[in-house]
């Protein structure tokens, strides 16, 4: 295996980027990100990008952003519509054949157009439960009834992740939910979606993130602190939310075992939980001990940028080992109705 | 940014009809027939609603069985403001249920008055819609039944042969139906408000000064923000085209044969597509320089559609030597020796 490292990494995240097409915002990240490894587009071994028409409901809206990356001359491109880290997946087994040294992956989300829980109903089956438009919202508060019956979860916990979400998030420029609220306070909160809460809910964002994969001493050139991918590993459940255990993660229990997260100690996890119960979910299914500081950005809850979260969870965890608050973390992404699909990612610094 | 965020409603609709089948069109013929059939697993559990795949370890699956339209309530969530196209136009609760003889559970909709009147384990049935056609809506929901019978009543076995001797579903409806506010970003925004005065701005690439027309807001050759919109003629010239002999279904408004055309304005250094109008069809050339056929100026609006059609202009043809090259400007061409 070749040693892939984390070189660059840009993000934006807004409430809302009414002002600006995805491709508009998207090149000022892309030329920050190339700028800060000194790179042009000519110099990237491969380019892969995540990201879904139906947020904005703008056809074919993935082929005008490749236009921000100036393909000219014809660059190797590939594009996936899933989330910005499965783009890194890609780019990162592209790296691992050896015929390459770098790999461009971007990601990005403009869900304010439409009504994103509205839109995820899309991606249900489709015989069965599409023709009926469940929220999103709806779907989560189902899993999270069976959480908190079972005894797995108490609604304490639930609004203990929320706050400490909230209050990590004051010190993130790109949160947009960053108003720290008391556990008790979140506990008096209606119920938004019965059993789950506002503050249990994603804070929906628009925005987008870049980053930059180089190999071995390719890398070293590039910065002075790579940031090493040691594990990475994706595994997917089954699609039926019916015949799936909703009180466990499997998908994501096999793939941290496989991405290596229990070989060493983890200083700090970014999780793409979108919900309280996600986070919860994942801090088991990763075996995450007391000492790991969870979501230091405050994660999915303070910002979801849909399409690029996951990609923004490594790039965070990324950014924060090469800044040297930490030598090993681990990085999550997640697709799919309840964490259908799950991406686990070990990251070390140099 | 003083100017207002332009907007516009923007609906995208599917009319997809899928295939179904043997075993979804078994469920679905049955709940046409009001009977409800699940799956038989590798394991010997039953699977309701049914999959043709064991999705533990892919095995198909074709053993179909018949459960209770009766069930019980493993989870659920309440839906205090109904959405578009959901199962009922007032409030009610989503469930997962797990009907009698089932083993795993279905997502659908609870018709009660409010949420106290759900719990987690009640009993539920099916009620059925009146007109049925082999689809998931054919149950119009689930209502709560303290007297749908014990959990371990034996459901009917007649209703396999029912749907057996029944026409079966082989697809399904399945339209989707998607409202947005569409937003155009800054580079189509200026395009709009100026095409608005009959006037065609493009953007001009400030590496190669390439002018790109409709204007996108980033240079897609150089992958850089455009920073200079430049306002070009509604005059220029035909690039290339084609005759349509037969007609569109929904665009009764063009009379075949008519011409599409790649038309490219002058200071351009990219086509768009255009209607050519004013000639017979059989004249329209290569070369032929044309001039844009606004609407009344009453009629103006933010669109590109303000330009009904093309005409000639009667002057002289481009001429066109080099086919390689046309279309390109020397700015184009340029970068070429280096």
């Given amino acids: ?350 | 940014m003083s100017e207002a965020v332009l907007k516009a409603p923007l609906v995208l609709e599917y009319p997809f009809t899928r295939t179904t089948g043997p075993v979804v069109g078994a469920f679905l013929t049955g709940l046409r027939e009001q009977v409800v059939l699940g799956v038989r697993r590798s394991d010997g559990t039953v699977m309701c609603p049914p999959l043709e795949y064991d999705p533990a370890d892919a095995s198909p699956l074709d053993e179909l069985v018949e459960v209770a339209p009766t069930g019980k309530v493993v989870t659920w969530t309440w839906n205090g403001t109904p959405r578009d196209q959901q199962p009922f136009d007032r409030p009610f609760a989503w469930a997962m249920i797990r009907l009698d003889g089932a083993d795993t559970t279905m997502l659908h909709a609870v018709l009660v008055d409010g949420p106290e009147q759900m719990a987690t384990g009640m009993r539920v049935a099916i009620q059925w819609r009146e007109e049925r056609e082999g689809h998931i809506r054919d149950i119009a929901g689930f209502v709560p039944a303290d007297n749908a019978g014990p959990e371990d009543s034996a459901a009917s076995t007649s209703g396999l042969a029912t749907v057996n001797a029944a026409e079966p579903v082989q697809s399904v409806r399945t339209p989707i139906r998607i409202e947005y506010d569409y937003t155009p970003g800054a580079g189509l925004s200026a395009y709009l408000r100026a095409i608005k005065d009959k006037r065609i701005l493009g953007d001009k690439c400030p590496v190669s000064g390439q002018v790109f027309v409709p204007p996108r807001g980033v240079s897609p050759v150089a992958g850089v923000r455009t920073t200079d919109l430049v306002e070009l003629p509604d005059t220029g010239y035909i690039e290339s085209f084609n005759i349509t002999r037969v007609p569109i279904r929904g665009r009764d408004d063009l009379h075949p044969p008519y011409c599409s055309a790649w038309i490219v304005l002058d200071g351009a250094s990219v086509g768009f597509i255009g209607l050519v109008s004013g000639v017979d069809a059989d004249d329209v050339r290569i070369g032929m320089r044309v001039k844009a056929h606004w609407k009344p100026d009453d009629e103006l609006e933010m669109s590109a559609t303000n330009i009904l059609w093309w005409e000639p202009t009667g002057e002289p043809d481009v001429p066109i030597t080099d086919y390689e090259h046309v279309g390109r400007t020397d700015a184009d061409t340029a970068g070429e020796a280096s």
């Fill in chain 1, 1 to 350: 295996m070749r040693d892939i490292a984390v070189v660059a990494f840009t993000q934006r995240q807004e409430a809302s980027i009414p002002h600006e097409s995805e491709v508009e915002f998207m090149v000022p990240l892309m030329d920050e990100a190339k700028k800060t490894v000194g790179l042009t587009q000519q110099d990237m071994g491969f380019t892969c990008s995540g990201s879904s028409d139906f947020l904005a409901g703008q056809a074919f809206s993935f082929v005008m952003t490749i236009d921000g990356t100036g393909p000219v001359p014809p660059i190797s491109e590939s594009h996936v519509e899933m989330d910005g880290a499965w783009a890194l997946y890609e780019a990162w087994v592209k790296l691992q054949i050896g015929d390459i040294d770098t790999a461009f992956v971007y990601s990005y989300g403009r869900s304010s157009p439409g009504s994103l829980r509205d839109v995820l109903a899309t991606q249900m089956d489709p015989y069965y439960v599409a023709p009926l438009w469940p929220d999103a919202f709806a779907v989560e508060a189902l899993r999270a009834r069976l959480l908190l019956e079972s005894g797995k979860v108490d609604e304490r916990r639930l609004a203990e992740i929320a706050s400490r979400s909230r209050t990590h998030a004051v010190d993130n420029p790109h949160a947009v939910r960053r108003t720290p609220k008391s556990v008790d306070d979140i506990l008096a909160e209606p119920f938004a979606a019965d059993p789950l809460r506002p503050s249990d809910l994603p804070a929906s964002a628009d925005g987008g993130a870049v980053l930059i994969l180089a190999a071995g001493d390719r890398a070293r050139e590039l910065c002075d602190r790579p940031v090493w991918i040691r594990g990475i590993d994706h595994r997917i459940d089954a699609h039926s939310l019916g015949v799936r255990d909703l009180t466990r993660v499997e998908s994501a229990e096999i793939a941290a075992h496989h991405a290596g997260v229990a070989d060493d100690r983890i200083d700090f996890a970014e999780l793409h939980a979108p919900f309280t119960t996600s986070e919860a979910l994942l801090v088991d299914a990763l075996g995450l001990g007391g000492d790991t500081v969870i979501n230091p950005s405050g994660g999915a809850l303070a910002a979801h940028t849909m399409m690029a979260s996951g990609l923004i969870r490594i790039g965070e965890a990324a950014t924060r080992i090469a800044d040297g608050q930490g030598d090993r973390a681990v990085a999550h992404a997640s697709s799919g109705p309840c964490l259908q699909q799950n991406l686990v990612c070990v990251l070390e610094g140099e």
